[in-house]
C-alpha cells in the first residue's frame, strides 16, 4: 500500500468526507500507518499506529479500506 485516497459524498445529508492512508518507515526499525480523514477541503484528523513490520502495517490499512467501503467510500487513488 502506497498511498490510499477514500472519498464519501452524499448531496442529500451535506456529506463530503475523504479518509487517506500510507505507511512510512519509522526510526526504530518500526513501521507506522498514518491516516488521516476529515470534511474535503478542510484539514483533518491525523493518527499514527506503531507496528513491529512493514507488512503488519499494510494489512491493517487493507482492513480498514475494506471497512470504509463498507460504509460507501469510493478509492481514488
Known amino acids: 500500500m502506497k498511498h490510499i485516497y477514500l472519498v464519501r459524498h452524499d448531496d442529500e445529508k451535506n456529506m463530503h468526507r475523504f ?18 480523514w476529515g470534511r474535503a477541503g478542510s484539514p ?3 493518527r499514527k499506529d506503531w507496528f513491529d513490520s512493514e507488512e503488519d502495517a499494510v494489512t491493517a490499512g487493507e482492513k480498514i479500506r ?4 463498507k460504509k460507501g467510500y469510493q478509492s481514488i487513488l
Open 66 to 69: 475494506v471497512v470504509k467501503e
Open 44 to 46: 483533518g484528523t491525523v
Open 19 to 36: 479518509y487517506q492512508m500510507f505507511v512510512v518507515p519509522g526510526l526504530l526499525d518500526d513501521w507506522s500507518l498514518v491516516r488521516e
